[in-house]
């Protein structure tokens, strides 16, 4: 039958009502494959060229200070005989001797310093512990920090004033002058524990390196506490906390499983940028003389020995600060890459 046009009637046709093939299907699938936070911000970090070129220097600097110093012919204490200020790939007379008499030398890479030590373990030694200082402080930045904003924002009320208001007391408190009280002051008990049997690391790291972990337990959480706080104090109305609240599930139950891991993404990326800047603080101390105990090299330390000698060699300042520039680049890079992609409110 021919449909009329003024009809409002729909012109059925057996084949109408047939199944859909396969490809019908598959042409109204409009929506992209679900995947998880974890998955969909890997993701997006791939695609940051920049953070991965940051990630991957990291990964170098990290294995030459790590992994190479185990199979350097030389130690960062072992001093030459004669091969005092020598430049790079320069060797001394003895050395020249034992290459005469076809011994084979390694060759001193970036030369070595006033005490005829070989300087690229000493930068590779010294990277080491500025990257260990720099992630054992972040460490005890993110447990005291993490665990106090928490408190405070899940507690609420006078506990939040409270808790808040000492931390406002602690942001007044001057970091460097700290330090200094504090090597004095831990001067004599800590030469006195080293002297028991399993606590000679104590001197191997020295009074000063001892003071500034202290600092960063007592001072440098407050950044990493406030931001906590706010992310806690958006959480803790959340359906899911308050079903956990019917359910008995205990204050700390709450906040470890609940509130802190919903956080997860923020503290990855607020540590990774926190990093960097206790490196910084470290190098920043030992260039005054506050930092790691002789012999035991760090980036800062170097470059404070090498001023002395800046005119006849420049390398042996240039390289240590081109290291700390690096890594404290690097990871801020990092950092940045990370917060782009694993904060939801940047996904567009």
């Known amino acids: 039958m021919k449909e009329n046009p003024l009809s409002f009637h729909l ?52 294995i030459f200070s790590f992994i190479v110093p185990a199979f350097y012919p030389y130690t960062y204490d072992h001093q030459i005989k004669g091969a005092n200020n ?8 003895e ?65 939040d004033i409270i808790m808040m208001r000492v931390v406002d007391i602690i942001y007044t408190i001057p970091d460097i002058l700290l330090i200094v009280l504090l090597s004095f002051a831990l001067k004599a008990p800590l030469q006195t524990l080293a002297q028991v049997p399993g606590f000679g690391w104590i001197q191997t790291l ?40 019917a359910l008995g599930v205990s204050s700390g139950k709450i906040i470890k499983n609940h509130l802190l891991t919903n956080c997860i993404g923020t503290l990855i990326v607020t540590t990774t940028l926190q990093i960097p800047s206790s490196i910084f603080t470290e190098s920043f101390l030992s260039f005054l003389g506050m930092g790691v105990a002789v012999p035991l090299p760090s980036l800062g330390s170097l470059a404070s ?8 060699n420049p390398h042996l300042l240039f390289i240590p600060a081109i290291v700390i520039s690096l890594i404290i680049l690097s990871f801020n890079l990092l950092g940045d890459g990370l917060r782009d992609a694993f904060d939801p409110k940047l996904k567009n």
């Open 11 to 62: 012109n059925l046709k057996p084949e109408d009502f047939l199944p859909a093939t396969e490809e019908e299907k598959q042409s109204q699938v409009i929506m992209r494959e679900s995947v998880s936070f974890w998955k969909d911000g890997m993701r997006r970090l791939l695609k940051n060229k920049v953070a991965m070129v940051s990630a991957f220097v990291i990964l170098i600097v990290m």
């Open 95 to 159: 050395e020249m001797a034992r290459i005469e008499a076809g011994e084979d030398v390694f060759p001193h890479i970036l030369g070595t310093d006033k005490m005829g030590r070989d300087y690229a373990i000493r930068v590779m030694m010294g990277s080491r512990i500025s990257l260990l200082v720099g992630l054992v402080a972040t460490c005890i930045i993110l447990v005291i920090g993490s665990t106090y904003g928490s408190i405070a924002a899940f507690c609420g009320g006078w506990v």
């Open 206 to 245: 020295g009074e000063n390196l001892i003071s500034i972990f202290v600092v960063f337990a007592l001072l440098y959480w407050v950044g990493m506490a406030r931001m906590v706080r706010s992310q806690v104090l958006m959480l803790k109305e959340s359906e899911y906390v308050t079903a956990a609240r």
């Open 86 to 93: 020598l430049k790079p790939m320069q060797y001394s007379e």
């Open 305 to 312: 020995d090498a001023i002395n000698g800046m005119n006849t």
